[in-house]
């Protein structure tokens, strides 16, 4: 990326007025022919290079990582509503950071205790028992002889609920059991048979669980529609049912679809907090993603990459040792940045008198950090980084002083060899 050089930046280092270039012998050569030839092509370099300063010094560009720290600071737009918000990183700044807080199952959905009841729903399949006080009834057998009290029970097939539903039993027709626990069921299937059979009794057993199951997909050894037990179920029971996640920990990360609403928690973070693992309902789909995260590296630093946390917290400095540091003869120890989004609360608590158009939902942010100041390095330690987070380290004054000078002795050099040459072949 160019950056622009002013006048103001380059005066103290190169004033065309009073320039004054050593010129040497590895860059002019004594003279080997006419003499007022050789001071000609020593005013042509001399002047060559003052016109190179000049040019700069008035405005020019050169190659560059990016923008210097200076640059940064006053790229800050005027317009309050549409700036990126620079902070200097201290113990303040450190802690809210460090106390952001993402997001979380329990305070999404709450923790679902107690486990809800099983209801029957549309596809469940029902099995049905029938017993009666007496033989000779519907669903019992006549005695026969004095040796056998004759069957006094029946075992209706197993039934799908339909669409209405409902399933028919005999002598009772439909009964509707949609959203009824198997007691009610019961109680539903005896209210019909009673005055028709025996003193009737009725079992129900839910044979397919349809209704009653979450599905689990993703990064998991079987995806499956788990069925869900009495007891109840939390996130970690199903996804041991699925068979266990595939991907590493510290890259997984659990998203629950639950009425609409979608919520994505670090797997590490359920299994850090157990009120994360919270019971999981009817109908939930829980999806294990497998998401690496990662930073990336600009500016003055040995590694310019996008460079894996590799494990689930990783904090500034931890990073900037990932990236290299910082290059010795390059780096602005003034100058190293963190750029990011952050939601307007956490904004607003940083600058409290920040202005935030209406619906905005993220506000980019800039923190600045001085690694001369000893306390950084602690600062940086309590800092995490996120996913997607850009590190820049920017580089110092003096390197832009120093590429001017090379380029000059550049110019100077390729003239001066021009002018030996050219004296030694007309002599």
Known sequence: MPLRICPSFLLPAVQPPSLSIPLSPQYIAPPLGNKNEFKMQRVATVLAAAGLSLSLAACGTLPTQGPLAS????????????????????????????????????????????????????????????????????????????????????????????????????????????????PQIEEQIVAQLTGKAIEPQALVTISRNISNTATVTGEVTQGARIPLTVRGDRLLDVLSSAGGIRAPVHETFITLLRGGRTVTVPMQAILNNPSENIFVLPGDVITAVRQPQTFTAFGAAPRNAQIPFEQIELSMEEAIAKAGGLLDLQADPDGVFLFRFEPVALARQIDPARVVQPGTQVVPVVYKMSMRDARSYFYARQFPMQNKDILYVSAAPLNEVQKILTMIGTVTGVVSSGAVVRSTIRN
């Not at 549409?82 to 993402?102: K, M």
């Not at 033989?135 to 097939?157: E, H, K, Q, Y």
């Open 71 to 182: 640059d940064v600071v006053s790229q800050v737009s005027r317009d309050e509503l549409s700036r990126f918000l620079i902070v200097d990183v201290d113990e303040r700044i450190a802690q809210l950071v460090q106390q952001r807080r993402g997001d979380s199952f329990r305070g999404r959905f709450g923790d679902g205790r107690p486990a809800p009841l099983q209801r029957v729903g549309v596809g469940d399949g029902i099995a049905v028992t029938i017993w009666e006080a007496a033989a000779g009834g519907l669903f019992s057998s006549p005695i026969v002889d004095r040796a056998s009290t004759g069957s006094r029970s029946v075992n209706i097939p197993d039934q799908t609920v339909a669409q209405d539903g409902s399933i028919t039993v005999p002598y009772a027709g439909r009964v509707r059991v949609l959203g009824l626990t198997p």
